[in-house]
């Protein structure tokens, strides 16, 4: 199975803008850093990677998991920061539900950030990282034409468990990993902003190497091509980049986390 995130590349306008909004105003530690390219380290099995292009850029949405009891305090960080949490219509900021509660705001690239605490996760499992105590990457977004034919193939090649099921957004989930698969016709929320597809690489981590040979069968019934290439496997779905690699996660830390789409595996 897939255990989680384990990293994203997107396109930036200015490396320069990033590090003062990751590093300097997040405090994600930095682990390499070029002209062009610079790699964010939120937790210790997630890397944010952002390279410089001179292109107009489609804005991505990711949402940061972090613990519920320790969400107040991570809001707190980033207000003080001076990051600006964006507004439902009727003007609050947080929106508490059943399960959690959530807070938005964007990066100088436009990018859709959230972060994301959920009652039933489970503490002690992940060591809550950073000044936001960040656990994981949860939530990708894929705005797609065919939100039911690409939730299906995410299903097909990785096992996926599907939450929120309607025609124009469902989750697909995999361990931690939470693919926001969208419409483009179905505006990202709390703003109201276009879902346009961006240009990213996803790499999602899997614990042994019979996963990545399952799904490696799975791309060749199906006539996907696929490459190998510095240790990950590499395919396209629709116009997303999607890597699989072996990581260190631990495979039973999403059902350890009591992740609803996990618990049952143990
Ligand atoms: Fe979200």
């Known amino acids: 199975m897939i255990t989680h995130f384990a990293q994203l590349e997107l396109h930036t306008v200015s490396i320069q803008g990033v590090k003062q909004f990751y590093h300097d105003q997040l ?51 980033v207000q003080q920061a001076g990051v600006t949490l964006l507004k439902w219509p009727d003007g609050r900021t947080v929106d508490k539900s059943e399960t959690g509660r959530n807070v938005y705001f964007r990066d100088g690239d436009g990018n859709l950030l959230e972060l994301i605490a959920h009652v039933y996760v489970h503490e002690g499992v992940l060591r809550p990282c950073g000044d936001l105590n960040i656990l994981y990457l949860r939530e990708v977004g894929f ?17 996926f468990k599907l939450d929120k099921v309607a025609d124009n957004f469902t989750f697909a989930i995999g361990g931690t990993a939470h693919a926001v698969v969208v419409s483009k016709m179905r505006k990202w929320i709390p703003i109201a902003m276009t879902a346009l597809p961006p240009a990213m690489n996803v790499t ?31 395919f396209k779905i629709d116009d997303y980049n999607l890597f699989l690699k072996l990581t260190n996660m631990p495979q039973e830390v999403p059902a350890l986390l009591q992740l609803p789409y996990s618990r049952e595996r143990n």
């Open 204 to 234: 999602l981590g899997v614990p042994n190497q019979p996963v990545i040979d399952a799904v490696i069968r799975n791309l060749e019934a199906k006539g996907i091509l696929y490459t190998i290439a510095n240790n990950r496997l590499h």
């Open 143 to 159: 705005p797609v034409d065919d939100v039911t034919a690409f939730r299906e193939l995410l299903v097909e090649l990785f096992d």
């Open 27 to 77: 405090k994600f530690p930095v682990g390499f850093e070029s002209a062009d390219e610079i790699h964010l380290h939120p937790t210790e099995h997630f890397a944010l990677i952002f390279r410089e292009v001179t292109k107009a850029l489609n804005p991505v949405h990711i949402a940061f998991e972090v613990p519920f009891t320790a969400f107040d305090h991570a809001v707190n960080v």
